[in-house]
């Protein structure tokens, strides 16, 4: 059980709800080379239906954690964000100008209507990297939308505050799908398709419980929010976070828990070591606190081509952001740049 409480302390250390229950997925070669110096690692949330659907980013995480391992900071990159794609060989991909969740989706395709979710995260990393300056990450994981209901139901829920009225566009208020309108009965061509009662999630200072499919269907939302998907990424890093410290205050106390935990989220997560196994990454992390992870948003808005809707775009102010990313300066960033990104409340 010890080494079980080391890769549990790994994954709450880091503060990602997709490395703690890893253990049951790590494909990585031991490694004897240390792990040294500022570290990036690339999470992703996908919405995959099964093996025959080619998978899209739905939410875009990057953590960065300190040479000296003081602390870790977290930022999202808006899912439409339209960047160049390169060409990948591997699944017959050329290169393009598309949004950014696109790369995962493109980079799958591992035969005729096959995909693979390990393929696209290799395309959505170099797409990242591109962006970020970051020329390689030392780890990744990726977590579809099933096992993250399913790993917050295992951990007996969460509680966090919640900071705007969100109303949801999927679920009725007992957790059931919306119906659909009938021009669009089972399709996606429609771009609202949902009619009749929708959960609320109120406004609260004081936290609030979310079961599995709250917690998702929260963290899903953009609809009728005053800065729509941006404030989609704050909830998203703030249930991350939430979800972390509920590990770690469970997981780490009871074995039994996490055993429960990684056989609940089994093959719904995909891990990335980096060569390294877990035990090595848990060795290296072991001493970072929660307390010390900082979550940020970053500026953006729409882009319009020829006067039509084409995507998101960040401002050029956010390339000295990355640069810091890149040179680990990001708490001295933070302090001589306090517009230029936001952090989190």
């Not at 960065?64 to 964000?81: C, I």
Request: charged share 20%.
């Amino acid at each position: 059980m010890a080494t079980v409480a080391k890769w549990a302390r790994f994954g709450l250390a880091l503060g990602s709800l997709l490395l703690a229950p890893a253990v049951i997925a790590e494909r990585a070669v031991h490694a004897a080379a240390p792990i040294r110096g500022p570290l990036n690692v690339l999470l992703v949330g996908i919405d995959p239906r099964n093996d025959h659907t080619a998978p899209l980013a739905d939410s875009i995480i990057v953590a960065h954690v300190t040479a000296d391992r003081s602390g870790a900071y977290l930022f999202s990159l808006p899912r439409d964000l339209i960047v160049p794609i390169p060409a990948f060989p591997k699944s017959g991909s050329a290169a393009r100008r598309d949004k950014i969740n696109a790369a995962m989706a493109l980079g799958s395709r591992v035969g005729p209507g096959r995909y693979s979710a390990a393929q696209g995260y290799e395309l959505l990393a170099r797409t990242v990297g591109a962006v970020t300056g970051i020329t390689r990450f030392d780890a990744g994981a990726v977590l579809n939308f099933h096992g993250f209901t399913r790993l917050v139901d295992a951990v007996g829920g969460l509680n966090m505050p919640v900071d705007q009225n969100v109303v949801s566009e999927h679920r009725k208020p007992d957790g059931r799908p919306r119906d659909r309108i009938r021009q669009c009965p089972g399709h996606d061509d429609c771009h609202r398709p949902y009619t009749g009662p929708q959960k609320v999630y109120p406004k609260s200072a004081k936290p609030v419980h979310f079961r599995g499919w709250e917690a998702l269907d929260y963290a899903r939302q953009r609809y009728g929010l005053p800065r729509s998907d941006y404030d989609r990424q704050r909830h998203q890093r703030q249930m991350l976070k939430a979800l972390a410290k509920k590990l770690k205050r469970t997981v780490l106390t009871s074995p039994a828990t996490m055993l429960k935990v990684t056989a609940t989220v089994g093959t719904s997560l995909t891990f990335i070591g980096g060569g390294h196994s877990l035990a090595d990454w848990a060795g290296e992390l072991k001493t970072l606190h929660l307390t010390e992870m900082t979550t940020i948003g970053l500026p953006g808005g729409p882009l319009f081509e020829n006067k039509a809707y084409r995507g998101e775009q960040l401002p050029a102010s956010t390339r000295d952001f990355f640069t810091a990313v890149t040179t680990d300066r990001v708490a001295g960033f933070l302090k001589t740049h306090p517009t230029t990104v936001t952090v989190d409340g």
